[in-house]
């Protein structure tokens, strides 16, 4: 990637592709009237949702001879991103409740590795790109296992805010348990595949089609595989065929060729309606959508998408996202995609990652164990002065919408781990509390609890959701704290460095792998590749 230097960010949006000519940059879709010339930088005016950059080189440095004098060439790509609104710390004396949905998503931490292998620095990273909890999330943790009937293991633990002296870092995990694919009940599946002009590129098409190879390989008779593709219309290319008859789908897969406009509203429409005609009760009905999310015929906004997804998830089949490439993915709208399809969104960036997803997370990426799974942490203000959830912005909810069934919230599949941090100002000693729900001060004089995790979920198939909690109180409090505690606290860390956070306190990349470097994980090839990354980045910046 070429460096960028005296950059200015507009909104929302790293622009990066080609353009030149005289006067007005012009494109295929439009000009860039309006913008200005500063020091060799060419600005675009900002897009109404996100951030414009472009960059200009005059036509000297190409060594053209005769070109016209205001003649330049522009890079830039229209990659869209949501701006994350940082969440600051509330007291809990006057706010207790924080509540939030899960999220199991991990495309944000992959497409951060793709900018940083490609020589981003810290400055060319678009805020909006970053999203912590996806890079906490896309690590495996030691956490408790489920108990009884309980999908999924709770494990806590408070130790000293790295980047903040004087604060805490309290650790939520939880962890579901991983099931062998082959004794799941069947699954019935929809490959909903992007092939429009927008795919024609090596790290679009030919790596979707290795991508749901591998998937192919690892099916069984007991399942049933539909494929569905789109571009300027919609085609069902393999309906119902059995997951044994690997051949027959590696034929499709490999048939597949790149062209056109992209109408993905419909294939939407089309996969959903082929994935009720081959529904399995009690199995494992999913859509699996493959794009770049650059969506520009038919139903395009990321409000229309998102409405069509929320009704068609009523019938039992989740979505789930891959998303593909560079230079023009909307994450914004493959994002919203799979959080109100009832699925999960991953980015894949190269055959390995593929692999992960695909193959070594099939269970957790395939098969739910809980649905509409909601956190609310209620703190008690004699322990707690001020708490700040780190992340999980798009994913915070009103107190209310806790106890309310009808409110659509994440999904945990089998194997799944969700981590959530809690940076915490304690209350210092002889510091009053005021009056808050359970941690009433006629209740909890001298309690040892500082807070108290309440967690709803549904089972798959149900539509009422089962109540668990969990106090927590000084024993969980470690001066040393764990090896999974130490890594997240630094993933979270390099999350607040990238987005330049108002929070990050002492926070840096070189704190970052200090911590890394002292801690063993050269057993994990993804939290050694973390460490590694870290260090990339500091040589890119």
Aim: proline share 2%; aromatic share 8%.
């Amino acid at each position: 990637m070429k460096k960028k230097t005296g950059t200015k960010w507009i909104a929302g949006i790293l622009l990066t592709s080609m353009l030149t000519g005289c006067g007005n940059a012009k494109s295929d879709t439009g000009t860039a009237d309006g913008g200005t010339s500063n020091g060799g930088n060419y600005y675009l005016e900002a897009p109404a949702d996100g951030y414009a950059y472009a960059e200009e080189k005059a036509a000297g440095d190409y060594g053209e001879a005769g070109a016209c004098e205001d003649s330049y060439e522009v890079e830039f790509n229209t990659e869209e991103y949501n701006a994350q609104k940082e969440k600051g710390f509330a007291k809990a004396s006057v706010t207790p409740l924080s509540t939030f949905s899960a999220d199991v998503d991990t495309a944000s931490y992959s497409n951060l590795r793709r900018m940083i292998e490609d020589g981003y620095s810290l400055e060319d990273i678009p805020k909006g790109a970053v999203r912590i909890e996806e890079i906490l999330n896309y690590f495996d943790y030691d956490y408790n296992l489920p108990k009884g009937e309980e999908p999924f293991g709770v494990t806590t633990q408070i130790g000293d805010c790295p980047w903040q002296e004087e604060h805490k870092l309290l650790a939520i995990g939880l962890k579901s348990e991983a099931i062998d694919f082959s004794e799941s009940n069947g699954a019935n599946l929809v490959f909903l595949l992007d092939v429009s002009g927008s795919m024609n590129a090596s790290d679009k098409l030919p790596l979707l089609q290795r991508a749901f190879g591998m998937l192919a390989e690892n099916l069984t008779e007991k399942d049933r595989v539909s494929i569905v593709t789109y571009a300027g219309e919609d085609s069902v290319l393999l309906e119902g065929e059995t997951g044994d008859h690997t051949e027959q789908i590696m034929e499709v897969l490999d048939s597949l060729s790149a062209s056109g406009s992209t109408n993905g509203g419909r294939g939407i429409q089309t996969a959903y309606e082929i994935a009720e005609e081959y529904f399995i009760e009690g199995g494992n009905n999913r859509i699996i959508l493959a794009t770049d999310g650059d969506l520009n015929v038919g139903q395009t906004s990321e409000s229309e998408l998102t409405e069509l997804v929320e009704e068609k998830r009523e019938s039992g089949v989740y979505l789930t996202v891959l998303g593909f490439g560079t230079g023009n993915i909307k994450d914004n709208k493959m994002e919203a995609l799979a959080d109100h399809g009832n699925g999960n969104y991953a980015y894949i960036d190269s055959v390995q990652e593929a692999k992960k997803v695909l193959v070594e997370e099939m269970g957790a990426t395939l098969v739910t164990v809980a649905k509409d799974v909601k956190l609310q942490v209620e703190f008690n203000p004699e322990k707690v002065r001020e708490y700040r959830l780190i992340g999980y912005e798009n994913r915070m909810l009103d107190a209310q919408d806790f106890e309310d069934d009808k409110k659509d919230a994440g999904e945990i599949g089998a194997g799944h781990t969700v981590t959530a941090l809690y940076e915490i100002v304690p209350v210092k000693d002889g510091e009053e509390a005021e009056n808050s729900l359970k941690y009433s001060q006629t209740v909890t004089t001298g309690s040892e609890e500082w807070l108290t995790i309440n967690i709803r979920y549904k089972e798959p198939d149900q539509e009422e959701s089962i109540l668990l909690q969990y106090p927590v109180d000084d024993s969980s409090y470690a001066e040393k704290p764990s090896t999974d505690w130490q890594f997240a606290a630094a993933a979270a860390e390099f999350g607040l460095v990238v987005t330049d956070s108002d929070y990050k306190g002492t926070g840096s990349l070189e704190h970052v792998k200090s911590v890394l470097k002292g801690l063993d994980i050269e057993d994990d090839e993804y939290k050694d590749e973390f460490y590694d990354l870290v260090r990339k980045l500091m040589k890119n910046s």
